[in-house]
C-alpha cells in the first residue's frame, strides 16, 4: 500500500466508495465522475502504479481483473449488450491516478466513440 494513493485510501476504508465488487485481491466501486451510463473501477489491492510498472508475476492479478469484470458484467446484467474496458498508462496515457485501474464502461452504445 502507499499511504498517499487515494485507491490505496479507498482499499483501507479511508475514502467512501461505492462498492460493486471485493475479494481478498480486487476492489470494484463506481467511478465519482462516470464516463458512460455505467462507469466501475476495478483495482488490484496490491499497490502497482501502472501496467509500465508491473513485475514478474503482476500478470497474475491482471488476469483475475478480466475475470472479475465478467462476474461484474454478469452481476450488473450488460454481459451481453456488451461494453467496453480501458486501462489508462502513465500521464501522456490520461492515467490520473498512479494506481492501475480499469474502466469498466457500459449501458450505451460505443461504437468507434473513444470515451
Request: charged share 30%; with cysteine.
Amino acid at each position: 500500500m502507499d499511504e498517499n494513493c487515494t485507491f490505496c485510501k479507498i482499499i483501507k476504508g479511508e475514502i467512501p466508495s461505492n462498492k460493486v465488487y471485493e475479494d481478498e485481491e480486487i476492489l470494484a466501486f463506481k467511478d465519482i465522475n462516470p464516463a458512460a451510463p455505467i462507469h466501475i473501477l476495478v483495482i488490484p489491492k496490491k499497490h502497482l502504479e501502472s501496467l509500465a510498472t508491473m513485475k514478474e508475476g503482476d500478470e497474475k492479478i491482471i488476469s483475475k481483473i478480466y475475470q472479475v469484470i465478467n462476474i461484474i458484467a454478469e452481476k450488473q446484467g450488460f454481459k451481453e449488450k456488451g461494453y467496453r474496458v480501458i486501462v489508462n498508462c502513465g500521464k501522456d496515457g490520461g492515467q490520473e491516478v498512479p494506481h492501475l485501474h480499469f474502466h469498466l464502461l457500459a449501458g450505451t452504445q460505443f461504437g468507434d466513440k473513444i470515451v
